[in-house]
């Protein structure tokens, strides 16, 4: 790190300073709960439309999810993510919730929804067709 001083300018250091400290774990989190990084697919419905997702991280108060749309700012939104998975039952969180952020996709990757709960609820010893 300390061989880029200088080359990026002020600001730029001091954001990869943060991004340095966030993976170390010396910076403290600024989030209200905390996030499990995760790898879940979801399906994503918004009005009569229907999209599928995989959520990066989940938390008590909203997750991030990567998909193939782009939602405006406090689109609701209705989720159902496979949690968990066997040969004879799956765990799904079915929820609903509002687009906070949007991260719009670069060279035609996925487009990132954070999204904040409304409510939701799991369900558990669900048949894996019985996701919505």
């Given amino acids: 790190m300390a061989a880029l001083t200088g ?11 943060l991004r340095h400290a966030v993976m170390l774990g010396t ?4 989030r209200r709960a905390l996030r499990l990084l995760t790898t879940a697919p979801a399906v994503i419905h918004m009005a009569n439309e229907r999209h599928v997702g995989l959520v990066r991280d989940l938390s008590a108060t909203g997750l991030f999810v990567y998909s193939d749309f782009t939602p405006p700012i406090g689109a609701e939104l209705q989720l159902t993510i496979r949690l968990s ?41 669900a048949t894996p067709e019985s996701g919505r």
């Fill in 7 to 17: 080359l990026f300018g002020t600001e730029t250091e001091q954001r990869m300073a």
């Fill in 27 to 30: 910076h403290g989190e600024q």
């Fill in 85 to 125: 998975q066997d040969d004879k039952k799956t765990s799904l969180f079915v929820c609903k919730g509002n687009v906070v952020r949007v991260e719009d996709s670069r060279n035609g990757a996925a487009v990132g929804i954070a999204i904040r709960f409304e409510e939701g609820q799991i369900v558990s010893d």
